[in-house]
């Protein structure tokens, strides 16, 4: 007997991958795509280890795919539905994301060690000249 309270597994590569090419051809609704990735997002499947961070990274992606901003509210965005504001992404947006996800893909399949290095890299020197910005800012 199954438990109907138990996490599921996480998607794979594949499974988000073919998620966000449908989403790209409009074969599925941002908020379709959006329901899709909460549990794994924000719910109960969010606390499970991931074997491929990148399939951590494309369900971010497609959970904030349907995000709305309201041009008269700058700053204010929600997770919407067509029609209720503008979308923070354009089509255009979604699809070169893709591209640009399947390239990072690529260089963490032929050197997944050295990605991770390159990434923490990556970060440090953010969070560095963030904390050099700061201190160059008046109190």
């Keep these: 007997m199954s438990d109907l309270g138990a996490t599921r597994l ?5 499974e988000v991958a073919a998620r966000w090419h449908a989403l790209a051809r409009g074969k599925v609704t941002r ?26 990274t494309a369900l971010q992606y497609l959970h904030g795919f349907d995000l709305c901003q309201d041009p008269g509210r ?6 919407g539905t067509a029609g209720e ?9 979604i ?9 990072k893909c690529a260089l963490y399949d032929e050197d997944p060690q050295g990605w991770i ?6 970060a440090r020197a953010a969070i560095q000249a963030e904390e050099e910005e700061r201190g160059r800012r008046p109190h």
């Design 117 to 122: 290095q390159t990434v923490r890299e990556q």
């Design 10 to 14: 996480p998607p794979g590569r594949v």
């Design 85 to 93: 504001g503008q979308w923070c992404h354009s089509h255009e947006d």
């Design 31 to 56: 908020e379709s795509v959006h329901a899709w990735a909460v549990p794994w997002v924000e719910g109960e499947g969010a606390l499970v280890d991931f074997e491929d961070p990148l399939a951590v």
């Design 74 to 79: 700058p700053g204010v965005v929600w997770h």
């Design 95 to 103: 699809a070169g994301g893709l591209t640009r996800w399947q390239a």
